[in-house]
């Protein structure tokens, strides 16, 4: 059974219609990335599952339930959770702090000491900085720390909203070993990314949005080879 | 130093007040104008119950209760509705609440100024000077509540979420923090502080009338903005610098009746050299 499932989600700004009622779906295990060119609505999608912009039409469905009219906030504890683009981690917050606010839906304070410990070994440029001003750290630890905090709250469905946005090809390759890390560790992954050749190598299925149509579906190997796939989007 | 003791609690009343606008600010990004009034709602709460041959502790309790039920009640039916709406149309609703509140006590209780009767504490002597209890009363009071505020925000999961909810309220709802309940609980405090900050405008001027918080409201809000709206301790630092500045002034016989003008002439050089305001921290705007 799908973990997530979008049908006909239509998403305005204004009049302007943005996403065009796609339908597309997730299921447990998987890594399923959306690929497409700036202004495709990639962020605009990602941002009306979660509830933070609304949603015109179509049903969106978490493991069974109809999340819609569900206040963004108790996603959270139900197991989603996104790293929006542009990271937006607090600025005025050290990254503990951060990474505290990453746990504000567990209760057990044990057990969030004990998470941090772990992201901190993870991710040793974190723990290094763990008293450190967020908003004065690089932006691939701002990444990082992004991805770290999602995790604090053990999610079953990890969203990612462009993870790859502004980062050196190292630091890319990083970010998408983490991703694998969590997918191997048994979260469910939901990617939005520019960078389709990497999203593509990871994925096991992949979503083509184009002007807020999903114009191409299918296996992520098999879109590497796509000739319109390779045309539009893999430079090749 | 008497003159200073009066300024630091003239100050702790302003702070008081400054802490309700600039926390509202800070998380709803909004100017609650009606935040005056509130004290006005607090210190008729006060009025009525001395009046009814109530206890001074029990008009106190009154006075929290109220103006916190009708802070949270301004921000459920006047506020809420707006939120997305532009920052303009919630700043005139916010104007119109405040005169609601005003007509509605001018209904209930009149136009005419009326005598609130709080047993005088007397003064003490302290080091060589005459001082009134009641300032000290507020100072001190003043100051416990403010160290609680600051601990509140720093130490508690909801403080925390207060913090992450006045930078980035899309970032604070992915962690799961409900973003309507903080704003409705930053409401909530900011109106118990104001039911504070009237029970002791009252000990130093004894009488209620409908416009009664426009004023001090005014006056807190200056301080709120001289030290950096959105900043807790720069309100704190703001009312109390403006309490002091205006007694002072007071105190001085050519600059007494400056003395408002003095205190809006201090904000527009402090906005002038510092638009951000004492404390004030700069936003990176976001890419």
């Known amino acids: ?236 | 130093m008497s003159i200073l003791f009066d300024g630091l609690s003239l100050g702790a009343i302003y702070a008081l007040i400054a802490l309700g606008y600039t926390m509202v600010y800070g998380i709803a990004k909004m100017l609650n104008f009606a935040h005056g009034d509130i004290i006005m709602v607090g210190a008729y709460a006060v009025f009525v119950t001395l009046m009814g041959g109530g206890h001074i502790a029990l008009a106190i309790g009154l006075s929290v209760i109220i103006c916190v039920v009708m802070g949270v009640v301004v921000e459920k039916f006047a506020y809420k509705p707006l939120r997305g709406a532009s920052p303009l149309a919630v700043l005139i609703t916010a104007i119109g609440v405040s005169y609601l509140l005003q007509s509605i006590s001018q209904l209930v209780f009149g136009a005419e100024p009326k005598t609130v009767t709080i047993a005088s504490l007397g003064t003490v002597s302290l080091f060589g000077a005459t001082i009134s209890v009641s300032s000290i009363v507020t100072l001190v009071i003043g100051a416990v509540i403010m160290a609680g505020l600051t601990l509140f925000v720093k130490k508690t999961r909801t403080g925390r979420a207060m913090v992450a909810v006045s930078e980035d309220k899309g970032a604070a709802m992915l962690m799961g923090i409900n973003v309507n309940r903080i704003i409705t609980i930053t409401f909530a405090i900011g109106s118990a502080l104001a039911a504070a900050a009237s029970l002791f405008y009252l000990m130093q001027i004894p009488s209620v009338e409908p416009t009664l918080g426009s004023m001090p409201g005014i006056k807190a809000f200056t301080a709120a903005v001289i030290g950096g709206i959105g900043s807790i301790p720069g309100a704190m630092l703001g009312g109390v610098m403006l309490g002091v500045i205006e007694k002072i002034c007071l105190s001085v016989p050519v600059l007494a009746p400056y003395t408002t003008a003095v205190e809006f002439g201090l904000l527009i050089v402090i906005l002038l050299v510092r638009p951000i305001g004492l404390l004030g921290k700069k936003r990176r705007e976001k890419v």
């Open chain 1, 1 to 236: 059974m799908a973990l997530l499932e979008v049908k006909n989600l239509q998403v305005n700004y204004g009049v302007i219609r943005a996403i065009k009622g796609i339908s597309f779906e997730v299921n447990e295990g998987e890594i399923v990335s959306l690929i497409g060119a700036n202004g495709a609505g990639k962020t605009t999608t990602m941002q009306s599952i979660m509830g933070l912009i609304p949603i015109k039409d179509g049903t969106v469905t978490y493991d069974g339930k109809v999340i819609n009219k569900i206040p963004g906030h108790k996603l959270i504890s139900m197991g989603m959770s996104q790293v929006p683009e542009g990271r937006r981690v607090f600025q005025e917050l050290t990254v503990y702090e951060n990474l505290v606010m990453g746990a504000y839906t567990q209760k057990d304070k044990k057990k969030i000491k004990e998470d941090i410990e772990e992201i901190c070994t993870r991710f040793p440029r974190l723990g290094e900085r763990k008293n450190q001003i967020a908003g004065t750290l690089s932006g691939g630890e701002q990444q990082m720390l992004a991805m770290g905090r999602a995790m604090m709250s053990h999610p079953k469905l990890l969203m990612l909203d462009e993870p790859s946005m502004g980062l050196s090809p190292l630091l890319v390759d990083q970010v998408f070993d983490i991703i694998k890390d969590y997918h191997k560790m048994g979260t469910t992954v939901l990617l939005v990314e520019q960078n389709a050749k990497k999203a593509l190598s990871i994925s096991d299925r992949a979503y083509v949005l184009e002007t807020g149509d999903i114009t191409i579906s299918g296996k992520g190997e098999d879109l590497l080879n796509n000739e319109q796939v390779k045309k539009a989007y893999l430079g090749e």
